[in-house]
């Protein structure tokens, strides 16, 4: 069992970023992909980016590419998202979930309890 907590949300103007992580705890990270999604009010939930096991490939939704940035550091059970020119339509609940593949479309396993971004116009 993968327990997964989310922090590093918060209110942010539009244009500027916020940094989330998600740490891991009581399974073997480097064994797992790690996404995350948000889900925006009324909206369905969306993946926005993914990271293979060892981090060296990435996946991301055509809205955040070049915007966002996924990362992660296995010695630390920690994956992070780095989010750069924030627009009003990335407010959403954000979500660090966890895989077993790596593409777009996998199923994921595990998820933490989301944190709130708002990003103000």
Do not use: H
């Not at 955040?64 to 339509?89: C, D, H």
Request: one cysteine or more.
């Amino acid at each position: 069992q993968v327990q997964l907590v989310e922090s590093g949300g918060g209110l942010v103007q539009a244009g500027g970023s916020r940094r989330l992580s998600c740490a891991a705890s009581g399974g073997t990270f480097s064994s797992y992909v790690m996404g995350w999604f948000r889900q925006a009010p009324g909206k369905e939930r969306e993946f926005v980016a993914a990271i293979n096991w060892s981090g060296d490939g990435t996946i991301y939704i055509d809205s955040v590419k070049g915007r966002f940035s996924i990362s992660r550091v296995n010695a630390k059970n920690s994956v992070s998202l780095q989010m750069n020119s924030l627009k009003p339509e990335d407010t959403a609940v954000y979500y660090c979930a966890a895989s077993v593949e790596f593409r777009f479309g996998a199923s994921y396993r595990y998820w933490g309890q989301g944190t709130q971004v708002t990003v103000s116009s």
